[in-house]
């Protein structure tokens, strides 16, 4: 069965401070898409960020950056400068492509200490 | 702006009840996605539509149904609503490998009592 894990069911860090959230994934496929999605107390999941495993630099998207580590099946977060809107359950997600269909990790709630 | 809509924020149901929740797209997907949503368990596949009248059974599809008459819309049936279905439900689009990042709805938490 595809996987995906996120060992950290909660993370706190300091307003401004950098916070690193884990994800390891499991599959023997070799094209795929990684997600990070944010979910804030509204509940509207929103897109952070998207990583094609074809490709070997990282995403970045202004303070979001992954780690993507393929051999590895790792695909860490990390929000620099934090924000208390950065407030959230962030699930680590992955799609094959040739099924399309989005596996979920159980998710990590992030707080922002002021 | 993209939208994926759904039809209650809240619902309240007794038990044996048939319960319809419904999901409308405005983006042309193809993709249309049921999500279960549990602490501890993230989300979790209930059903998955990838054309019209289209579908395939997803992680844990047992007690629900799906239907999908229009491109629009695509709807979630508890054929008889039990305890254990009280969760929060979420919705999803996608337009295929083009661009496979799901956009999804508010989320309909759900309670059957």
């Known amino acids: 069965a595809q996987t995906v894990t996120q060992s950290q069911p909660e993370m706190s860090v300091q307003e401004a401070e950098t916070v690193t959230l884990s994800c390891t994934y499991d599959t023997s496929e070799s094209d795929y898409y990684l997600f990070w999605y944010k979910q804030p107390p509204s509940r509207q999941m929103i897109l952070v960020i998207r990583q094609e495993a074809y490709k070997q630099q990282n995403a970045t998207e202004n303070r979001f950056s992954v780690n993507f580590q393929k051999a590895a099946k790792s695909f860490s977060l990390k929000i620099s400068d934090s924000q208390l809107g950065d407030a959230a359950m962030y699930f680590c997600?992955?799609?094959?492509?040739?099924?399309?269909?989005?596996?979920f990790g159980t998710g990590t709630r992030l707080t922002i200490i002021p | 702006d993209v939208k994926v809509t759904q039809s209650s924020r809240y619902l309240v149901k007794r038990t044996g009840e048939k319960v319809f929740l419904e999901c409308v797209q405005d983006?042309?997907?193809?993709?249309m996605f049921w999500y279960r949503q549990d602490p501890g368990l993230g989300l979790r596949l209930i059903y998955f539509s990838y054309d019209v009248k289209m579908k395939e059974k997803g992680d844990i599809p047992e007690g629900y149904s799906v239907s999908r008459e229009k491109k629009e819309r695509f709807s979630l049936i508890l054929e008889s609503a039990s305890t254990n279905q009280t969760s929060m439900y979420l919705c999803a689009s996608s337009l295929q490998m083009i661009q496979p990042e799901a956009f999804f709805g508010q989320g309909t938490r759900l309670t059957v009592v």
């Open positions: 983006m042309d997907h193809e993709n």
């Open positions: 997600a992955y799609i094959l492509w040739r099924n399309e269909k989005l596996t």
